[in-house]
């Protein structure tokens, strides 16, 4: 991966079962597309099927945020990129970018907070030194991009 770009390992393409009546993509996909990015990226970092096997070291979703900002249709390919925003002994924070067919419009974005849990007493947990080693590569490489503009954000109606 070059320094200071996204990781972009993951593309698959929108299914005819997963346009709604509007006859675009469904906001639940959306989320489906964005947890195989996640995935892609977990793995990535060490936190396979055999290391947690192994460890017991797993990761939930605590908290997350889609944004859509054009349409996904049937058969689109989508790529999603992803950006460590931050992380800790226990958290990472990321931010994912949805693309479709080779542009570089967004389609949607994605903010998860996501939390080392150890899954034999379900609690918080640090990461272990080799999956920390390999988050902290990908924060170091991604540190010097801008920071999303959607990153952050509140849901509100603003009144005047």
């Known amino acids: 991966m070059p320094p200071s770009a996204p990781f ?10 997963w346009v709604d009546y509007n006859g675009h993509m469904n ?18 970092v060490g936190l396979d099927t055999a290391h947690r096997d192994a460890t017991g070291e797993s990761v939930f979703v605590v908290e997350a945020h889609i944004t859509y900002e054009n349409e996904a ?16 002994a226990k958290r990472m924070h990321i931010f994912h970018h949805m693309y479709a067919d080779g542009g570089e419009a967004i389609i949607a974005t994605n903010e998860l ?5 150890n899954l034999e007493n379900r ?8 999956v920390a080693g390999r988050l902290a590569a990908l924060y170091d490489a991604h540190r010097s ?7 952050g954000r509140a849901i509100s109606i603003r009144r005047g």
């Open 8 to 17: 972009d390992q993951h593309t698959e393409t929108v299914r005819s079962e």
């Open 27 to 44: 906001v639940a996909y959306y989320m489906l597309a964005f947890d195989h990015a996640t995935d892609a990226l977990l793995e990535h």
């Open 73 to 88: 249709m049937e058969g689109q390919t989508l790529r999603v990129t992803t950006q460590v925003l931050d992380y800790d």
């Open 113 to 117: 907070m996501i939390l080392s849990v």
């Open 123 to 130: 609690r918080a947990a640090p990461m272990s030194g080799a």
């Open 145 to 151: 991009l801008d920071r999303p503009p959607q990153a």
